[in-house]
T-cell receptor, first 112, second 113 residues
Framework: DGGITQSPKYLFRKEGQNVTLSCEQNLNHDAMYWYRQDPGQGLRLIYYSQIVNDFQKGDIAEGYSVSREKKESFPLTVTSAQKNPTAFYLC???????????FGQGTRLTVV | GQQLNQSPQSMFIQEGEDVSMNCTSSSIFNTWLWYKQEPGEGPVLLIALYKAGELTSNGRLTAQFGITRKDSFLNISASIPSDVGIYFCAGSYLSGGYNKLIFGAGTRLAVHP
């Protein structure tokens, strides 16, 4: 089945640690995105990538980093510089940038 | 930057009632998308609209692309308990030669049996 897979579903991190969230898609989409969602809030764009080896900052990129070495994969690293990392993280992809976007099931990150 | 105003913020309705929610903006959009998000899950695309005035249905859901291209609405008829969730609108517009997608803040729907 085609789709977007995020892992893990739940992640716990100690303060001061970096952690990487996985996002894989087999839809052959060129564009991929990372969003952050806080309780009762909408979606805020962290990073996006239109093609392999290229990515751009979104609205809240500070404290995050990404890579796009393969078309299928767009991992997000939450660094220790991110002051308030506890949130629900959503990965999405689309055929070309900013057309119909399809989402993964999300990763809930909690800092303990 | 561009903003989408989605309303209402939340709705509490009885099973069987019809629901209406909308998104408005001062900017023109090329595409309108409506998503539903259930607790702990990612948003799922419900309806995509591509032309001004377009009216599209998906089961009990109906959405329209406003004629001015600055708004869109989503209607749900005869609501059932499984309609519970957060509904997001999203609009795509041209910026610097590229499409840019932005999301509304969501409408939280609760359905009482």
């Amino acid at each position: 089945d085609g789709g977007i897979t995020q892992s893990p579903k739940y992640l716990f991190r100690k303060e001061g640690q970096n952690v990487t969230l996985s996002c894989e898609q087999n839809l052959n989409h060129d564009a991929m995105y990372w969003y952050r969602q806080d309780p009762g809030q909408g979606l805020r764009l962290i990073y996006y990538s239109q093609i392999v080896n290229d990515f751009q900052k979104g609205d809240i990129a500070e404290g995050y980093s990404v890579s796009r070495e393969k078309k299928e994969s767009f991992p997000l690293t939450v660094t220790s510089a991110q002051k308030n990392p506890t949130a629900f993280y959503l990965c999405a992809s689309s055929m070309i940038r900013d057309t119909e976007a399809f989402f993964g099931q999300g990763t809930r990150l909690t800092v303990v | 930057g561009q903003q989408l105003n989605q309303s209402p913020q939340s709705m509490f309705i009885q099973e069987g009632e019809d629901v209406s929610m909308n998104c408005t903006s001062s900017s023109i959009f090329n595409t309108w998308l409506w998503y539903k998000q259930e607790p702990g899950e990612g948003p799922v695309l419900l309806i995509a609209l591509y032309k001004a005035g377009e009216l599209t249905s998906n089961g009990r859901l109906t959405a329209q692309f406003g004629i001015t291209r600055k708004d869109s609405f989503l209607n749900i008829s005869a609501s059932i308990p499984s309609d519970v969730g957060i509904y997001f609108c999203a609009g795509s517009y041209l910026s610097g030669g590229y499409n840019k997608l932005i999301f509304g803040a969501g409408t939280r729907l609760a359905v009482h049996p």
